[in-house]
C-alpha cells in the first residue's frame, strides 16, 4: 500500500490560479456536421440537424461548439475544398441556417467556433478556374503556386514535395490549345491548390472573410493545416522521398515556417477589433502540426493566436511515463507565452482514441481504457476537445467497404511512389447513432433511411437513447465529468499540476489546488489492480472502485477523481 501525500511532493510549477478569458478552460466540442444529424432525410447530416440537437449539447456540458466545413465545396475532401468562403453549401443548407444555429446556440450559452481553411482552396474557386482559364501569364496565377516544370519539356515536376495524401504535391495543367502548361502545388488532393501568402490579394480576401463570419457572430476560427500557409522562398527540394514521415520531427520548407506568424498577428488585430473583454472576445485555435511543443507555443504568443492543438498529447501512448512527460512539456511551454494547454484525444482526421489506445482484442478493456483516458484529459489544467461520439464510447469503424469510402487519400496513395496518409479517415465520420434499433438510429428522421456511411448494427446500443440515465454508461461518464469539471474549483482552471511522486509504478498521480478547493486525480495505466491511500471524498470513478475505509482498490485501465 502506497500513501498518496508524498511529503515532498514534485511541482512542475507554482500554479498562477484563474485566469480571465473563456476560452482558457473550455471545453470544445467538435461536430462533423455531415455525420452529426441528419434534418431533411437525405442521409447527410446537416446546419438544421446540427441546430436542433443544440440542447443535447448544453446538457451534455461543454462549453462551445466548433464545426467543420460547411462552406460551399465540390466535397473532393469533405468540405476542406472551398470553393466560396462566404456561402453554405446547399447540402448544409444555406446562411439563414447558419444565422440560426448561431443564435440559438448563444440563446443556449455556447459558443460557436467554425473551421477556415486558408492553406488552399477548391479547385472550382473563381479564382483557380479564372487563372486556368487566362493561361500563362495571368494575375490570377500568382494567388497560387504556378510553376513551370523542370526537364527537357517541363515533364517534370518542379521540386521533389510530395503530398500529404500521397503522391506528388504538383500537378500540371493542360493549355488551351491542349498541350502541356505549367504545374501547380497542391499539398492534399489535386481539386486543393495551395494558396499564395505572398500575394496581397489573398491576405486581403481572407481578412474579409474573418470580418464576414464574425460580423454573423461566431466566437472565433479553428484554422485548417495553420503551419503550411508560408512556403519557403525558392520552393527547395527536401531531397528524399516518404516525406511524410517527417511531420511532426523536421521543419519542412513548406510547414511550420516563421513567415506564418506575421499573418496570424494581422488575424489578432482583426480579432482584437470585435472586442477584447476575456467574457466576449472571438478567438483563433491553430491547427499546427510542428515538431515540438516549444514550436506550437510559438503561435500563441501574446499577439497572434489564443489555443493551438495539443497533437503531441493525442500521440502519447496509454503510459504513465510518456504522459507526464508530455504533459510537463506542454505545460512548461505554454507558460513562457500565457496561453492555456490544451487537451485532445479524438478528431475527424485521426482513429477515436477508443480503438487506438486499445489493443483491439477486449472491447471492454478497450472501452475502460477509454473512459480512464478522457477522465485523466479532463482533469489537466487548460481546454479540451471532445470529438462528436467520444461521448458514446464510439470505436472505430474499420470495416467500411472500399465502396463507400470518400476519404481522398485512399485511393490516391496506392500506385504512387509515396505514401501518404493511409486514407482510412472515414471510420472515425461514420454517422452518430441517437436513437431506435436499426440504421440510421436516428441520425436521420426516417427509420431505415440512408445515412452517407453505414453504421453497424451494433450502434443501436450505443445510441443517446440507450445510454441516457444508464449510471455506468459512458455518456453518463461524460456529463458526471462536465458537471464536476464545471463546479470544482480546481478543475480546468490553472496552469500546472503538483506530482504525488510515491505513487506505485503505472499509476499518473497529481492534486491540483485552487484558492477553493484541492482537487487529486490517479490513473491506472498498468495492468493489474493496486490499492492506495483514499485521500479524500471520492468525486468520481471511471469505472467502479471499492473504497474500505481509508483505502481504495483502483482498477487497471481506470482513474478516479477526488475532492480534498
Known sequence: ?????????????ADSGRRPGWWRDAVIYQVYPRSFADADGDGMGDLEGVRSRL?????????????????????ADAGYDVS???????????????????????????????????????????????????????????RFHFRPGRGEAGEL???????????????????????PGEWYLHLFAPEQPDLNWENAAVADEFRSVLRFWLDLGVDGFRIDVAHGLVKAAGLPDIGHHDQLRLLGNDVLPFFDQDGVHEIYRDWRRILDEYGTDPDTRRIAVAEAWTPSVQRTANYLRPDELHQAFNFQYLGTAWDAEALREVIDLTLDAMRPVGAPATWVLSNHDVVRHLTRLGSGEDAEQDLRRARAATLLMLALPGSAYLYQGEELGLPEVVD??????????????????????????????????????????????????????????????????????????????????????????AL??????????????????????????????????????????????????????????????????ATVWWAL
Not at 486558408?118 to 496565377?141: C, K, M, V
Not at 503538483?498 to 489546488?513: I, N, Q, T
Request: aromatic share 8%; hydrophobic share 40%; net charge negative.
Open 157 to 179: 515536376p518542379p521540386n521533389d514535395w510530395e503530398s500529404i495524401f500521397g503522391g506528388p504535391a504538383w500537378t500540371r495543367t493542360v493549355s488551351s490549345d491542349g498541350t
Open 55 to 75: 440542447p443535447y449539447l448544453r446538457d451534455l456540458g461543454v462549453d462551445a461548439v466548433w464545426l467543420s466545413p460547411f462552406y460551399a465545396s465540390p466535397q
Open 400 to 489: 467500411l467497404p472500399d465502396e463507400v469510402r470518400q476519404d481522398p487519400a485512399f485511393s490516391r496513395a496506392k500506385g504512387t511512389n509515396a505514401e501518404g496518409q493511409e486514407g482510412m479517415r472515414d471510420g472515425c465520420r461514420v454517422p452518430l447513432p441517437w436513437s431506435g434499433a436499426e440504421a440510421p438510429f436516428g441520425f436521420g428522421p426516417v427509420p431505415g433511411g440512408p445515412s452517407w456511411l453505414p453504421q453497424p448494427a451494433e450502434w443501436a446500443k450505443l445510441s443517446v437513447e440507450a445510454q441516457t440515465g444508464d449510471r455506468s454508461s459512458t455518456l453518463e461518464l461524460y456529463r458526471a465529468a462536465l458537471t464536476a469539471r464545471r463546479e470544482h474549483p
Open 84 to 142: 466560396d468562403y462566404r456561402v453554405v453549401d446547399p447540402m448544409f443548407g444555406d446562411l439563414a441556417d447558419a444565422e440560426r444555429l448561431i443564435g440559438d446556440a448563444h440563446g443556449l450559452g455556447l459558443r460557436v467556433i467554425v473551421d477556415i481553411v486558408p492553406n488552399h482552396a477548391s479547385d472550382q474557386h473563381s479564382w483557380f478556374r479564372q487563372a486556368l482559364r487566362e493561361g500563362l501569364g495571368s494575375p490570377l496565377r500568382e
Open 1 to 13: 500500500m502506497t500513501s498518496q501525500h508524498p511529503a515532498t511532493p514534485t511541482v512542475a510549477a
Open 492 to 557: 480546468g482552471t490553472g496552469d500546472s499540476v503538483e506530482w504525488l511522486d510515491d505513487a506505485p509504478a503505472g499509476v499518473l498521480a497529481f492534486r491540483r489546488s485552487s484558492p477553493d478547493g484541492v482537487f487529486a486525480c490517479f490513473a491506472n495505466t498498468g495492468d493489474l489492480a493496486v490499492r492506495l491511500a483514499a485521500p479524500g471524498r471520492l468525486l468520481l470513478a471511471s469505472e467502479p472502485v471499492t473504497v474500505v475505509e481509508d483505502e481504495i482498490l483502483l482498477p487497471a485501465d
